[in-house]
């Protein structure tokens, strides 16, 4: 997927979060199912962060496998590849509960200690 | 100096901007009473051509404006300029970066310039590419994807996201399959693992084949909006 625009995206959030204090770590969670190719987006990610906040963070990207629950039985399933299906009954009719994620979960930050603020 | 790490908790979309902005043209094309598709494809599956049969079977049933998407270039538009029916030509290259993909900023700057409320149907041609225009709502009502059967049968495997969002498969080209070694029946296996039980036509836009039920899933798709 289009990696330098998620990761400026990424960028704009940490820094807007971030609020003037220096960005660290930055933990990113990508669920399977989405477009994103972890190592295309660190090296995009390095190259936006310059000149912002995050400049120099570190981006740690979870990867979050599928998880579905079969609409059929009930069951609950963690399909490796396609086609989802559910490994009880062999359904096809997954409700997706995890692996479409796209966020950034939170940020590290630098704070200065408070009998240093002026 | 001593500095303290601190977590700060986040919980932000990546894609939470563009979201948004979907879903205030989404509420522009509710109000106005337009449904709208969002048509994608890989380059040269048949999106302009397929849109050309499009408004000339439909003229004088429902009232179609075309909103297109390309890198560069007016072609298709100029193409289509001929029904005149309302048109607006969104190029991402210039403002937009060259971006390969429409997102929901991109689709409302074109907005202004279509007569939504003369419209029951907007068609969003999308540029042509498999990949990222599946991942970037833009207000649409469906995702309606042009595959060629030149493009053989792994696709829907490769380009899950495209296929897995897809509201209905427009199978175009088939007067080539004599020509060709395309094994339908895989492609459609492929398309059901990835999407299982997605609609799907089988059109030509050379021979006008599967056009009609095209247009029937229009005119019934649309019943339900239309003022």
């Not at chain 1, 704009?12 to 969670?29: C, D, E, M, N, W």
């Not at chain 1, 609950?76 to 509960?97: H, N, R, T, V, Y």
């Not at chain 2, 043209?25 to 509710?30: L, S, T, V």
């Not at chain 2, 080209?173 to 997605?198: I, M, R, T, W, Y």
Request: glycine fraction near 8%; hydrophobic fraction near 40%; aromatic fraction near 6%.
């Amino acid at each position: 997927m289009h990696e330098l625009a998620i990761a400026d995206s990424v960028v704009q959030i940490a820094s807007r979060h971030a609020a003037g204090r220096q960005v660290t770590k930055v933990y990113l969670k990508v669920g399977h199912l989405r477009q994103v190719v972890p190592s295309a987006l660190a090296f995009s990610f390095e190259l936006v962060a310059q000149g912002t906040p995050v400049e120099g963070a570190d981006l740690e990207i979870e990867e979050v496998p599928v998880r579905g629950k079969c609409r059929e039985c009930g069951a609950e399933s963690w399909p490796k590849a396609f086609p989802l299906q559910c490994g009880a009954c062999g359904g096809l009719d997954l409700l997706i509960l995890e692996g479409e994620e796209l966020y950034v979960e939170s940020l590290e930050l630098e704070e200065q200690p408070a009998e240093n603020r002026s | 100096m001593h500095r303290t790490a601190v977590k700060k908790v986040v919980l932000e979309g990546v894609l939470d901007a563009n979201d948004a902005l979907a879903q205030a043209n989404r509420e522009r094309f509710d109000e106005a009473g337009t449904y709208v598709i969002n048509l994608m494809s890989s380059p040269g599956a048949g999106k302009t051509s397929l849109l050309e049969h499009t408004l000339e079977l439909m003229r004088g049933k429902l009232r179609l404006g075309v909103l297109e998407g390309d890198v560069q270039t007016t072609l298709d538009a100029d193409r289509l300029a001929r029904f005149h029916v309302p048109l607006v030509q969104v190029n991402t290259d210039p403002g937009f970066g060259g971006e390969c993909h429409l997102d929901a900023n991109m689709v409302r700057s074109g907005l202004s310039e279509l007569p939504l409320n003369e419209m029951d149907v907007l068609v969003i041609e999308n540029v042509g590419n498999l990949v990222c225009p599946a991942e970037f709502k833009v207000g649409e009502d469906a995702r309606v994807m042009v595959y060629s059967v030149t493009e053989g049968e792994e696709k829907p495997l490769k380009y899950p996201l495209m296929f897995r969002t897809a509201d209905l498969v427009l199978v175009n080209k088939v007067d080539l399959l004599e020509h060709l070694d395309f094994d339908l029946e895989q492609f459609l296996g492929h398309l059901d693992a990835v999407n299982p039980g997605v609609e799907r036509i089988l059109t030509s836009a050379r021979t006008g084949r599967g056009l009609d039920e095209w247009c029937s899933w229009l005119e019934s798709n649309t019943s339900g909006t239309r003022r």
